[in-house]
């Protein structure tokens, strides 16, 4: 009777699809397995369970799909964004930023009825009034001379001396502009000097003394002689730090962008392109871009005219001679509002000018702000160009930096084309000199159109060193030049694969680039496969794992440090991870299903991201060493829907506090006096929860439906959450006989080896029914005192049948650290299938 011992000494496979089950003499099988839930699979070769995510905080409504994406100012500072419906809220140091609990409040911020509370402080030929129509508070300057203003005052009544964070909102045409000051009179500077917000959502904060104080906007006419808006006016108390946004449910997850330092820019199909500028830690600002002369469609090519009533000023009027050629022979459109026009005279001559639409008086006749001065006395011209992004064309779905320009691409009208600013000026789309010449720079402004024989929408861009990567529906392509850098007259974009991308954004790992394919199903790897004959490939990092994301991925994310990780997250809310590392030939796909569940099912995780980590006030633990990884949650709680945002714990390490383990999910921690009635617990009530008390795995217990729990004995250093399970389950043992395979023939299990490293506990039998829990709690233990982490090597009997195919299982639900390093199983073969 044949004996076979295999030693498994690496799992960095990961979970491998059911169609490999049989494949045993494949190079990878002896390191793969059949099941990895909620374990990582190590590139050095081990299994480590999960580690905990933290309760940081619901989301601003449970009933609304949001996004979390991230804000990263520097290597050490980032900062995790929640968009929900038309809302976005601010976080870092893993937790929610929230503004102080203060005594003052706004009056009549709305203004639904008129602008009563606010005092009309305006100079020269300026007024305030109420837009009845918009209901919202409007600032007329009256006239363009800096002693024209429009002011409007409210006196705060305030008993705190503390930081105030006011929020509202500037309407306008992108670019225009509101002051805000506060001041101890209502004139006065005294707490806030003037600052300058443009048309956006702001939220600013500014530090009183206990004494009232008066908030003061004003427009001035030398800034811009026009009426804008203010509306939604508040002061934030006691709250998460917030401002208004323009996108809906529906739009959250499409919205995205590149960042610049303290600025982020988010691109969405559907909207004018925002940025989001970052003045501190809870003062914000999301303007809409002024783009700066352009980009444009071509020149018109009609017999249609266009004459501005004037060649400089605020609110002229620019008359088409017909229809024709514009819109497509619909002329001007309602959408066309905030649209960029270039004119010059009919001779073409002269100079090129350019203004903003403000207002459509019909289809021949539209409104418009004069950014760029047209030349004098204009005249009909059809020398004109529109703006290539607006309401009536789409604006840009993605955007980038590159070179020292942002890029931008895909609008509805213009599906394949690509954007780039001019260089080194990231809002400039100045295509030329605007001169008569019309001469074009190398680091003027440029665009190209991919062209091919299918639609190839452009899905997203991403930069390398040497190369920007575009992802369309169709391919794979890279604009090159025959120079050093792109130029306007120096670009090619050539396709250098053809699988097709889905609406996700990549991830970019070194010099490769990771991205959904248009299924949803295959995750590839695109980077040059020959250096020599610069040829690109794009391989499927799911190949050996199909199976793993069978329901579609969503989203994903790149996590660096400690370990190599492809953050998915699954349609149907599983989490997935693959361990890479492809100078050692490491690719390991894992599944994670985070405690809690949602109606009858699993809970959802809907998003993920990954920043920096850091060192800061309210930490539990320190993540200086480490990317932290944020998932939002939706789960039902206490009967009801809850969508909660939290992080990922740090993994255990030797010499760590034991007490201080974290494995279970939205967790929350005490670590304070001894006590065993714990509190604050109310994101869990009525949930039966796992509790790790003082390095002792505590009975389960339900928190009450306020948010109370009591322990059995007094604790002072305490984990609580919702508990789940990692399950490993391994493929078929195949030995062999004396007679050649020993697939059919029947096996014994007698007996397992198994090496591990900082594991408090141990389950482990032939299916997920009859399992052993070994604590490995050893006589010279006292009773009263923890059970030690386990290193090293145990071996378990194993007390199980004859069977065709001996199975094992290793699975428990323990709040502690499980680490598998290897696996030793013995097995009895008999010769014959009987």
Known sequence: MPRYNPFSESFNAGEISPRLAARTTFSKYPEALETVVNCIPLAEGGLMRRSA??????????????????????????????????????????????????????TNGA??????????????????????????????????????????????TNASALDHTIKFRVYGAPGDMVDLQVGTSTSGTQILLPVKFEVGFHCKTFTTTAANFFIQFRSRGNDQNKIVGIDDISLIDNSAVEIDTPWTESELFQVNGPQSADVLYLYHPDNPTYKLLRFGHTSWSLVEVAWVDGPYLPQNTSATTLLPSANTGLGINLTLSAIKGVNDDQGWLSTDIGRLVRYRHADEA????????????????????VRVDFEATPDASAAFRLGAWSGTTGYPSIGTFYEQRQFAANTSNQPQTLWATQTADFENHTPDSRDASSTVEDNDALDYTISADEVNAIRWLSPGENTLVLGTTG??????????????????????TKHGSANIQPVRVGNVVLFVQTAKRKIREFGIADTVAAEFRAFDMTRLAQHVTRSGIVKMDFQQEPDSLIWAVRNDGQLLTMTFRREEDVVAWARHIVGGSFSTGDAVVESVVVIPGANGAGQTQSS???????????????SSTVRYIEVLERDYETGDDEEDSYYADSIITYDSTATSSLTGLTHLANETVRIFADGFIHPDKTVSSTGTLTLDDDASVVQIGLGYTHTIKPLRFEGGTVAGTAVGKKKQIFGVTFILLNSHTLSFGPDEDNLTTVDFRVVSDAMD?????????????????????????????DPTPFTLLALAPEIDTREFRG
Do not use: C
């Not at 804000?71 to 809302?87: D, N, P």
């Not at 019909?362 to 418009?368: D, E, K, R, W, Y």
């Open 475 to 496: 391919g794979e392509w890279i604009p090159e030049s025959a120079g050093v850098v792109i130029t306007p007259s120096d670009i090619v974009i050539r396709r250098r």
């Open 350 to 369: 002269g100079i090129w000018g350019y203004a903003v639409i403000v207002s459509i008086t019909s289809t021949l006749i539209a409104v418009a702000d």
């Open 111 to 156: 203004f639904d009825s008129g602008i009563s509370s606010w005092s009309d402080t305006s100079g020269g030929g300026g007024s305030i009034a109420h837009d009845a129509t918009n209901l919202r508070l409007s600032l007329d300057p009256g006239g363009p001379a800096g002693s024209d203003f429009a002011r409007a005052v409210q006196e705060v």
């Open 53 to 106: 995510s933290r309760y940081v905080a619901e989301e601003k409504s449970s009933s609304v799909k949001g996004d979390i994406k991230p804000f990263q100012f520097s290597t050490t500072q980032a900062y995790i964004l929640e968009f929900g419906e038309t809302i976005m809220r601010f976080y870092r140091h893993q937790g929610q930023i929230v503004a102080a609990n203060i005594t003052a409040s706004i």
């Open 785 to 813: 005192t923890a059970v030690p982490f386990f290193t090293g090597e145990h071996f378990e009997g194993w007390d199980d049948t004859w069977r065709a195919d001996p199975r094992m299982v290793i699975q428990s639900d």
């Open 624 to 638: 200086e060493n480490r990317d932290e990884v944020w998932i939002t949650v939706k789960r039902t709680i206490n």
